[in-house]
């Protein structure tokens, strides 16, 4: 897949590192290609690729979001049609919200309605997303929303980086709840002291 990564931080980074190594075209996109997080990732992955946010843009097929959630109120008018495209929100409104809107998911769906939209990748550690395997056996991933195919290719992408599945969490309506579990593994993770390296696993009888 021909993937854009809008955000220059360390979910970002892991993200994009995961997807090169298993064969997907892979560019980031920056407001500044000179900022200390851009040349971060440059170091990180000397030979991708840091372009101007609608240049990054132009010829994905997959836009995944991972800056804060308020930078989509002025990021999504930006970015031009985006119809056909799916967008991975990999957000989570924890310290601040969008606007008028409860997540950056809902922010996406209202400003760009032609897009496929899904919520992934927001409900673990930027640790696990970059190593989702523990003792031979790859943890879990969730995605939430109403496009199929939007949540088809989450699916993939996440099975691409090496978690086990990508539970279908429900559709729009699940959104908020999905945001509600990443604040439950941040909650155990650093507010209970159990560190980062913990990770969610469905099992089954």
């Keep these: 897949m021909k ?4 955000g220059t931080g360390n979910v970002g980074s892991a993200l994009g590192k995961g997807w090169i190594v298993a064969g997907h075209s892979v560019l980031f996109g920056a407001r500044n290609s000179a900022s200390p997080k851009a ?37 999504i008018p930006s970015l031009g049609d985006l119809s056909g495209k799916i967008i991975i929100d990999a957000t989570n409104s924890v310290r601040t919200r969008p606007g008028p809107y409860p997540t950056a998911f809902h922010a996406i769906k209202a400003l760009a309605p032609s897009a496929e939209v899904v919520k992934c990748f927001n409900t673990t550690g930027f640790e696990n997303l970059a190593d989702p395997v523990y003792q031979g056996t790859g943890i879990d991933m969730f995605a939430a929303g109403n496009s199929l195919v939007a949540k088809q290719a989450a699916s993939k992408l996440a099975r691409d980086l090496g978690f086990e599945t990508c539970y279908d969490f429900g559709g729009d309506d699940k959104v908020e709840l999905l945001e509600k579990l990443a604040l439950s593994w ?3 993770a650093l507010m209970q002291g159990l560190g980062r390296n913990i990770a969610f696993k469905l099992v089954k009888r």
């Design 3 to 6: 993937i854009t990564i809008l």
């Design 39 to 75: 040349q971060k990732i440059q170091d990180l992955l000397p030979d991708v690729r840091i372009q101007s946010v609608e240049d990054a843009v132009k010829g994905a097929e997959v836009l995944v979001i991972t800056t804060p959630p308020e930078v989509v109120l002025d990021l």
């Design 186 to 188: 941040i909650n155990l």
